[in-house]
């Protein structure tokens, strides 16, 4: 969310049937079914009206799906998650779906390097009445997690943090991460499959957009895997999503 496509990139990925949450699921009408029967009925009103909103942006193809939200809502609830931070905010699909599930005294700290996006949903954030449990800041969000790691005080005190921002910044992120966040927290990578292209040959011919951040989707899966200061769990939900669990 908070990198940038290049324009021609967002609508050659808007035309692309497989691109986004959707390609991970071999039929449409399957993944329609799942929105129909498990997503939409439950959906918050304050939720539906963002990502109605949403769907009417040009770089649409940025924001988290529905039954991705939904999921990181019941995951929050489960761990009874209270303070949390969220790098790449857009429009804020999933920042609304954390606002939501956080107790009322909950926080999220927000960075993105676009304010614009993330007034266009802001009204509707405020009309649901969580507004108050975000703290926004514009700009990349390296600097501020180094000021974060400085203090020691800040080691170890966040419940759980959502990545889905710059993938070439991932693993620098994950560095700074593992220190914010507690022992048995979580940290949830976005777009770990990046439309199924992680698993093509490395000469597979594929849209620009997709073969430019493979290469750093790749390198951050591989780093998981192997990192002794986590147990991970791969999830196709979404494009791909990677719990990380600080042990």
């Given at each position: 969310?908070a990198f940038?496509?290049?324009?021609?990139?967002?609508?050659?990925a808007?035309?692309?049937?497989g691109f986004?949450?959707k390609?991970l699921l071999?039929?449409?009408a399957?993944?329609?079914?799942i929105?129909?029967?498990?997503?939409y009925p439950r959906?918050h009103e304050?939720?539906?009206?963002l990502?109605?909103?949403?769907a009417?942006?040009?770089w649409?193809?940025?924001?988290?799906?529905?039954?991705?939200n939904?999921?990181?809502?019941m995951?929050l609830?489960?761990i009874?998650a209270?303070?949390t931070?969220e790098?790449?905010?857009?429009?804020g699909s999933?920042l609304?779906a954390t606002?939501l599930?956080l107790?009322d005294?909950?926080?999220?700290l927000?960075m993105?390097?676009?304010?614009?996006y993330?007034?266009?949903?802001l009204?509707?954030?405020?009309k649901?009445g969580?507004a108050h449990?975000?703290d926004?800041?514009?700009g990349?969000?390296?600097?501020v997690l180094?000021?974060?790691?400085?203090?020691?005080k800040?080691?170890?005190?966040f419940d759980?943090v959502?990545v889905?921002?710059?993938k070439d910044n991932?693993l620098n992120?994950?560095?700074?991460?593992i220190?914010?966040?507690?022992?048995?927290?979580?940290?949830?990578?976005?777009?770990?499959?990046?439309?199924?292209?992680?698993?093509a040959p490395?000469?597979?011919p594929?849209?620009e957009y997709?073969t430019?951040y493979?290469q750093?989707?790749?390198?951050?899966?591989?780093?998981?895997?192997?990192?002794?200061?986590?147990?991970?769990?791969?999830?196709?939900v979404?494009?791909?999503?990677?719990l990380c669990?600080?042990i």
């Amino acid at each position: 969310m908070a990198f940038a496509y290049g324009l021609a990139d967002l609508e050659q990925a808007g035309s692309h049937q497989g691109f986004g949450h959707k390609s991970l699921l071999q039929s449409e009408a399957l993944y329609q079914y799942i929105l129909d029967t498990s997503v939409y009925p439950r959906e918050h009103e304050a939720m539906k009206e963002l990502r109605e909103m949403t769907a009417k942006h040009p770089w649409n193809a940025m924001t988290t799906s529905a039954d991705e939200n939904q999921f990181l809502s019941m995951l929050l609830k489960l761990i009874n998650a209270k303070n949390t931070m969220e790098i790449g905010v857009y429009t804020g699909s999933s920042l609304l779906a954390t606002a939501l599930a956080l107790p009322d005294d909950g926080k999220i700290l927000a960075m993105d390097v676009n304010r614009e996006y993330y007034e266009l949903g802001l009204p509707i954030i405020k009309k649901a009445g969580v507004a108050h449990k975000i703290d926004f800041r514009e700009g990349p969000a390296l600097p501020v997690l180094d000021k974060l790691v400085e203090d020691e005080k800040n080691h170890g005190t966040f419940d759980f943090v959502f990545v889905d921002a710059d993938k070439d910044n991932y693993l620098n992120y994950h560095e700074r991460l593992i220190k914010l966040v507690k022992v048995g927290g979580l940290i949830g990578y976005d777009n770990t499959l990046w439309n199924g292209s992680v698993a093509a040959p490395a000469d597979a011919p594929l849209p620009e957009y997709l073969t430019y951040y493979r290469q750093f989707v790749v390198e951050l899966n591989n780093a998981l895997a192997v990192d002794p200061r986590i147990e991970i769990c791969m999830l196709s939900v979404g494009d791909g999503v990677t719990l990380c669990r600080r042990i």
